[in-house]
């Protein structure tokens, strides 16, 4: 059987299934193990779409684990290779549903923040900025225009929501408050660090990582890691650069094109959500196959 071409949620009876989050599904292995199911459904303003992205979910695992071993000399990752897809799912047709998009990985305690950095003046960074001068409290030089550059990337953290709620901006304080100095530091700098390495190398392929957001987990002896995806146009705001200008909002590869899509509707942004038309669910696949390729390649 082949892998189907779109993948709005999976079924695996034979595993425990923890549960499901806007995108990815978890299920149990063990004690010590996940496998992640990165479907292809699709959230924006954190409300799950009715219909999927074909193969978005593929991608999206493709550049997170390309992101993952780059990046492993900054910070180590969630994946493991204890076990094979093959040890996990041993029916052919059962793998196949998941093939190229499921993940096992060490079972972490998440940390309770959205690690975000931002690099550019955009979304609400820049309606921060319009309003009081600074971005999360975090002061910036007058007379920046949408989309400029920041003189240097800065960390704004975020509370992680309930399912069904929004994420709150918090200050570095906060994530001390929450989880000790040392280990909100390493978060931070962290984070710094991977979004740096990360911008060099994709601005070199023709985009800019305009802001990003990671998620870390524990193990059992406290030790840190980088979890959930990384790096992907789920995650960051991902601009071709030949289309980048600052004073304007750039077009982009991420989810900006449904949201665009979406403010030309009469909808309020609440659950359920529009159905999405053939052309729009295409356009926007096609945009994450397009980042996948300069980043990656085939
Ligand atoms: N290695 C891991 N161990 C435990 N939990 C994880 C790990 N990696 C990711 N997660 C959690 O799995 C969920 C991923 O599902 P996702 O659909 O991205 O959720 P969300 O709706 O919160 O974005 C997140 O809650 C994330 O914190
Ligand atoms: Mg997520």
């Not at 900025?129 to 975020?158: D, F, K, M, N, W």
């Not at 978060?187 to 990671?214: C, H, M, N, Q, W």
Request: net charge negative; hydrophobic share 40%.
């Amino acid at each position: 059987m082949n892998a189907p071409a779109a993948l709005y949620e999976s079924s695996l009876p034979h595993l425990k299934l923890l549960g499901r989050g806007k995108v990815r599904d978890m299920y149990e292995i063990d004690e010590k193990h996940l496998l992640i199911v990165t479907s292809d459904r699709m959230s924006a303003f954190d409300v799950i779409m009715p219909d999927p992205i074909p193969g978005k979910g593929r991608v999206l695992t493709r550049v997170s684990n390309f992101w993952f071993e780059k990046m492993r000399d900054i910070i180590p990752n969630h994946l493991s290779d204890d076990l094979t897809l093959a040890d996990v799912i041993p029916d052919p047709d059962l793998r196949a549903q998941v093939e190229g998009r499921a993940i096992i990985v060490k079972r972490l305690k998440p940390l309770p923040v959205e690690a975000i950095v931002r690099g550019y003046l955009i979304g609400s960074g820049w309606k921060d900025y319009q309003r009081c001068g600074a971005v999360c409290g975090i002061e910036l030089p007058a007379g920046l225009q949408q989309a400029q550059q920041l003189p240097q990337p800065i960390y704004t953290p975020s509370s992680k929501a309930e399912m069904g709620t929004h994420d709150e901006n918090i200050s570095f304080a906060d994530t001390v408050a929450l989880m000790g100095e040392e280990l909100a530091g390493k978060v931070r700098d962290a984070s710094l660090r991977l979004y740096s390495t990360a911008a060099e190398y994709a601005r070199a392929r023709g985009i800019i990582i305009a802001d990003t957001k990671f998620e870390f987990g524990l193990d059992e002896d406290g030790k840190l890691y980088l979890i959930d995806e990384a790096l992907t146009p789920d995650s960051s705001r991902f601009w071709p650069v030949e289309h980048y200008q600052v004073g304007i909002s750039p077009p982009s590869f991420d989810k900006q094109y449904l949201r665009d899509y979406l403010e030309t509707l009469d909808w309020n942004k609440t659950a359920p959500g529009p159905k999405l038309p053939e052309d729009v669910s295409r356009k926007c696949a096609e945009k994450y196959r397009e980042a996948e390729l300069k980043l990656i390649g085939n």
